[in-house]
């Protein structure tokens, strides 16, 4: 097995019969085994019967996106086979039901397995084809039964036994192909963005999540409603996305930390409330999964469409932090920095994601994350009469919560004097919108202290890769290939100019890596007087490959 | 306190004679009583969507907050979810409430959240100049229906009573006394509540005579009963010529919504949940 | 009278009291005179008693701007006076009601019209003070009271007996202090902006406009419904933005040309439906009247807040048409032109506009309109199986409506097949995407056939100022009395980089004058490589005045 | 036209045993039934939201408008409006109509414009994977809802009453001759009307033993009555254990929305309107 691609396995299937579920299974076995995991999910918009498939990437090396070739097949249907064969690295390395698939072209070789006829004999249900398979996958991998039946244990506790029969009925009927060795390296969890997303909202001081149900943001939801109990959380579900961003307008106006979650669709319908959270500065983060558009687009799918769109969604001039994580790890610490920095300047923030990040599944190392620091809010002293508007030097004003007793706390959502009163004063309105956007200057200036662009790679290329969000992980594996530099701002708003512009230095070339058709983020830094040489842009929902990304660096620099 | 501490240095500017003027005076009274009984004033906190009637925001010295047009119900919600002690009341507009936003409103009532929705109902767009509304009668001569409206108005209370709301009632910007109680009983109920005023927009929609003509006070009316109420919500249709009942149509004990949650902030704190964090992981 | 600047008349009173209707009186009256018209309309978000004013200026040249000083102040309430008074040429020009105004510092001048007594004698309703004022003006300013009368007549058709009464008793009661030239000057039409935009969508075949109210566009709404019989309209007030929008999607199936009118609050709203058309390809023209925000913000006055906004609304990559046109004879023809586009290449447009245009009364000169060329539609030619998305050269493809024999019409927000089939085919994904963006292109070409980048003033300076809406008038008068060029882009969408490039030759100093606080399109242009050295920037809601602007550019550039 | 014409080659991806089945199934016979009768079928126009019920749009061989979630209504009320003579035919999911959209669907109903609206109600939203929706019961255990929903459904036929739809009647999946003769009497009924289909859900909310055990079909009722039609609605509230009554609840004539408008474009056409457009300049 190659050192630096790693080990890849592919298994396929119908939509709906455990292809996820025995992804992140293989997965396990080999994270046990003391490997770096990457795994690439590809459903389509359907819950049963359409093709899915997960490529699991074990690596030596932290590996954060999938290979186009691959070193296992596992296809429990002829789809599986047929569309992703040719990935293989060696031809016969497919697993594969004969009853199922039928296997043209290929000199018969590969191993067949009747799992159909196991499943009868052992009396096992459906389901269980997975299990027969992940059996027969560990023999051919060399990969003793003791690993698989203590993540079986761990993974599908219930009816365990014949689980554990099954798949020993498949490690029985294959052979060991090769043997796939144990590193020593401890393992890491696997977490998905989503996941991380949802715990650094926790760690920032989340009270509140609400979302409408939207791929590929929904998984957020889904997961912090399992885990509220833990984190004494309140979850809510409401009616549509204008409520889900109205009533977070009034759990953050009661001083809870709120945050919201959808993707392009939901987000238009935040839009109203996202302008009223600046006028009134009423701290909300919202989570916004880009997926492929315009509208409806490719629900399951990947894109990086929504970057102009979050910096200028909602009508007026107000003061937003956006910021677009590449990986898990900077998904959890940039949740909870935002968190923190909406509450400090009462302002609302966006965390960009997207599908490849918020559905892919990383190990996560949290010991890795920078440590976070919590910021404290400026609260009301109790004794000046309160003014929930007062306007202060660096434009934030002290805060205080209903029930308080003696102050008297308005919020508006029309141009308001300090102590919330609506105004139609021109003199108090410039004042105001002063106030407000003077914001801006000192939260730059705190930003200085937060690494808001990374750069990774051979530094002294000439050469750079620019990237943001899901791409960084594949940018810096093509990069470290051809010896180029990887520049990754996560934030958006404020742009970090200082910060980029060192990045820069000694560049001569840059080249944007984005998944849209226009280079949004090329588009972008022109605001601040760079410029992107050459852009490589994919928006057909797939995420780039470090091949397919070598590759098209390669004619680009020819 | 006084319904004079209640006052607010903003400048009233609603029209000589509007009908907003009783329902300011009618909440300020019932606020009064309720914080002389007891009710920590820093426990009122009142809700207002954007129309003439949603000045009362600026008109009221207590927590407020002067949120969208349409949108006076998910905050409200959420308000009260996040301090069950709060008094929640919402003032909206007809054009608020029952267009706009009339998906919150349906969905609050079947949750039955313990909220008090108030509702300026006088018809008609006051704010942005005279349009309809969907309790315009049809025929009404509007800005954006010079011809007159083509579509019958909506009964808001009877779709209220099918969305699960358990306390409903009726009162009219003559009838301040009435509006007190109504005001007061909603305010006190636990449950979703609303009150329909029919608050007359003398520049717009002057129906002051027509309310008088017509209006009566119910009597002997079971409002435990679903079917006697619907029968008097039904009594009158925002349409045609018929007595309108005044006073409680509709009350019902019934679980709230707000009582689901857990209380207040983690308890742990931030660092107390990056622990927690880390046991969690153990499991992925 | 100083030609240039022209006679300016303040009148002013209580918000619910006629003072709007009395200002289009006098400006007749100006207008019958042979001058040529702008009324600024000042007022509240308050129906009755909040102050209200407007300042009607007539003068020789064309005139779309207003003047800081005036010649005669109309007082009908203490407000008025006191807020205003300063504002005169001559301190003793103002007419008031010694009943409602005290004048104390002012020495007792001025002209005192007992309206109260004079009404209480005549039995003539409270609103026709202004009647009785206006009499008064007329014998202030030497016209004849025929005049008035006329005008009077057409104005106030019911109790005119009685209203010319009174206008007569403060004609009587008052004294000539100057006497106004007639000019010689044909009259022509006194239409406001968004009067001018509802003409010109039906001069672009509007079939149904569709706007839930929302100032500063509810007037559009209005008058659309007013004469909606003439012209065979379809005007629908629904329940909501999203309502509205989407409802102007279904229109736009079926081939019905459709516009929506609303401000920021409500465009939020519509973005999803943006997103859509832009998906679907359904034309449909949006017009967006900007006003202060954030949020609610101060809904009476004017802004120009949404252009990035209005650019970037709507998830996902596709093309839209974006024009602000700065007076009525633009916002007659770009309506008209922006209908046209929507349909011949099915794509979204959004008309900005902003109160003071929208609101602002000017004269209409209809024969200084370019002539609008009517574009002819891509039908479909019945023959070939009809694909809703069939995937041409230029990108647009042949349009059938339903009911349309033998062709199956299927309109999709998924990203779907020339047939209109869903799809998740990442080679038909990358070519719908291509299709769609590869309109830009034809409709750039396109546009140089039109006045995109206009230029006045001195062109030879090398100062601009870079102006766009409503500031056009303004900026014009302001640069004509400094000898400066103006430079004023009107489309911003697909943005017209080569015109505008030209305009800046020999420019060495770009002066960007904005009703924003953050310079919205200096920052916009900073996209196309170029930049403005200074920003003027205005967000008080209140427009500027050639002499307010005056003063800024001497103190920029002195 | 044979429901066999009406396929197109979109590969159908429902869930084996999925209740949309027969919904597709239904309606294609109709759609086949009424163009032999008649009907062009470009006269056609359906209408669908997102989500799984939606994809039929895909699935059936006429003019389809494939929109957004939650609006369904909306356009379908458009293209009513704008060509008067189509038969506009809206597929909406519960989630679709009851929930994100549901304002439009009050809105249509008040305005009794001629549309039908057919309701794939599985009580779950199924393409995103199995959360609640307003007519989950209580206690629904979906993905948002781990620990059971903690608020009653709405009834949706209640609500649409009450919003003055004038046919209203519910089938289920199971039941697809009596979907047949429903969804032709709401497509030929002149004004607003609705479908409730009890649509199972195979893979997230299996309940076709369930309703198989308790629908009945209406006999003896008099759907031209309003209260008999509120009692047999209200019967079974979506919640609770009761006999779930199948067919026609409500029928009842009315003027409709769409009849109000001028039809097609203007006669003048665009060079008319700047004549036209001149004279009315000289009253300005
Ligand atoms: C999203 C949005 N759409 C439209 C408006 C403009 N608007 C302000 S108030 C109002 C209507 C007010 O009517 P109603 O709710 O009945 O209140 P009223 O003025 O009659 O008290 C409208 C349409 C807005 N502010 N926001
Ligand atoms: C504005 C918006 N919010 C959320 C979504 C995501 N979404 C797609 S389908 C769906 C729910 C579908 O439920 P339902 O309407 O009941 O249809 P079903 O799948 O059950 O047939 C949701 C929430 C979306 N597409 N658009
Ligand atoms: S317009 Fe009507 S509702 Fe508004 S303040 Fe005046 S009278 Fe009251
Ligand atoms: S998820 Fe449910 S509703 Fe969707 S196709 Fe499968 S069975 Fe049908
Ligand atoms: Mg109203
Ligand atoms: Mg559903």
Redesign the pocket.
């Given at each position: 097995m190659e050192k630096e691609s790693g080990l890849s396995v592919l298994i396929g299937g119908k939509a709906?019969f455990g292809i996820d579920k025995s992804g992140v299974i293989i997965a396990r076995i080999l994270s046990e085994l003391g490997y770096r995991i990457y795994i690439y999910r590809d459903y389509p918009s359907?819950?049963?019967g359409g093709h899915t498939f997960s490529i699991i990437r074990a690596s030596r090396d932290k590996v954060a996106t999938h290979q186009d070739r691959v070193d296992f097949l596992l296809a429990l249907d002829q789809d599986t086979f047929n569309l992703h064969k040719d990935k293989l690295k060696k031809e016969c390395f497919f697993i594969y039901d004969p009853e199922e698939v039928k296997i043209e072209g290929v000199s018969a070789c590969g191993t067949a397995i009747e799992t159909g006829r196991i499943l009868k004999e052992e009396g096992a249900p459906e389901i269980m084809r997975n299990t027969c398979i992940i059996g027969a996958f560990c023999r051919s991998a060399g990969i003793g039964f003791k690993i698989l039946e203590d993540i079986l244990r761990r993974e599908l506790p219930k009816e365990i036994d014949l689980n554990l029969k099954v798949a020993h009925r498949g490690f029985e009927e294959a052979k060991e192909l090769l043997k796939v060795e144990v590193t020593g390296l401890q393992k890491l969890p696997l977490l998905s963005g989503n996941q991380a997303v949802a715990l650094g909202l926790i760690r920032g001081g989340l009270n509140t999540y609400i979302a409408y149900p939207m791929t590929p943001a929904s998984p957020i939801l889904h997961f912090l409603a399992d885990i509220a109990g833990d984190f004494n959380l309140k979850v809510i579900h409401p009616e549509s996305e204008v409520g889900v961003m109205l009533m977070a307008t009034g759990f953050s106006y009661m001083g809870e930390k709120v945050a919201v979650g959808t993707s392009g669709g939901g987000f238009c319908l935040m839009a109203e409330g996202l302008s009223f959270a600046g006028m009134a500065e009423l701290p909300v983060v919202i989570v916004l999964g880009q997926r492929p558009g315009p509208s409806t687009g490719l629900p399951t799918y990947s894109s990086q469409t929504e970057l102009h769109f979050a910096l200028n969604a909602g009508q007026g001039d107000f003061l937003r932090f956006v910021v677009a994580p590449g990986d898990p790890q900077e998904a959890y610490y940039w949740s909870s920095v935002a968190l923190n920095i909406s509450w400090k300047y009462q302002i609302p923030s966006i965390i960009l994601t997207d599908k490849n990040l918020g559905e892919g599944i990383f190990n996560f190392d949290i010991s890795s994350v920078e440590t976070i620091k919590d910021e404290s809010l400026p609260l009301w002293n109790k004794s000046a009469p309160y003014k929930r508007y007062l306007n202060t030097e660096n434009g934030v004003s002290p805060l205080a919560f209903a029930p308080e007793k003696g102050a008297v706390i308005k919020a508006n959502s029309y141009e308001h004097d300090e102590s919330g009163i609506t105004t139609e004063d021109p003199v108090i309105t410039r004042a105001m919108q002063d106030k407000r956007l003077r914001k801006e200057e000192y939260l730059s200036k705190d930003m200085k202290g937060y690494e808001t662009v990374k750069v990774y790679g051979d530094e002294s290329s000439r050469t750079a890769l620019l990237c943001w969000g899901s791409n960084k992980g594949v940018c810096v594996e093509a990069a470290q290939r051809l010896g180029l530099k990887v520049i990754q701002p996560l934030v958006f708003s404020p742009f970090p100019s200082d910060k980029f512009a060192k990045a820069l230095t000694g560049v001569k070339r840059l080249i944007s890596v984005e998944d849209n058709a226009t280079g949004q983020l090329a588009k972008l830094i022109r605001n601040y007087g760079f410029k992107a040489e050459d852009k490589i842009l994919k928006y057909d929902g797939r995420p780039f490959t470090p091949d397919g990304l070598e590759e098209e660096l390669r004619r680009l620099m020819r | 306190m006084t319904p004079a501490d209640l006052n607010t240095y903003a400048r009233n500017t609603w029209c000589p004679g509007c009908g907003n003027f009783a329902i300011l005076n009618a909440i300020k009274t019932v606020l009064g009583e309720l914080t002389q009984e007891g009710l920590p004033t820093e426990n009122i906190v009142i809700v207002s969507g954007i129309g003439c009637h949603a000045k009362i925001a600026d008109y009221i010295n207590v927590n407020s907050f002067y949120s969208l047009h349409g949108r006076v119900v998910s905050p409200a919600e959420a308000i009260k979810i996040s301090r069950p002690e709060a008094k929640v009341i919402g003032f909206a507009g007809d054009g608020d409430a029952y267009g706009e936003g009339i998906e919150h409103l349906i969905f609050a009532a079947k949750r039955n959240i313990d909220i008090t929705m108030i509702i300026h109902n006088n018809r008609v767009y006051g704010l942005t100049t005279g349009q309809y509304t969907p309790t315009s009668p049809q025929g009404f001569r509007g800005r954006s229906t010079p011809g007159g409206t083509k579509e019958l108005p909506l009964n808001p209370l009877e779709l209220m009573l099918s969305s699960g709301a358990t306390y409903l009632a009726r009162g009219t910007s003559h009838g301040i006394e009435l509006l007190k109680k109504i005001f007061k009983e909603a305010i006190m109920h636990k449950g979703f509540s609303l009150v329909d005023v029919l608050q007359v927009c003398v520049t717009y929609y002057n129906m002051y005579e027509y309310y008088d003509k017509r209006v009566y006070e119910l009597k002997e009316h079971n409002s435990g009963d679903f079917n006697q109420a619907l029968g008097k919500i039904r009594e009158w249709d925002y349409n045609s010529d018929a007595p309108i009942a005044l006073g409680k149509f509709y009350d019902k004990e019934s679980p709230t919504f707000e009582d689901n949650f857990s209380k207040g902030a983690s308890a742990a704190g931030r660092v107390g949940a990056e622990v927690k964090i880390k046991e969690l992981l153990n499991g992925f």
């Open positions: 709906g359907i819950i049963r | -």
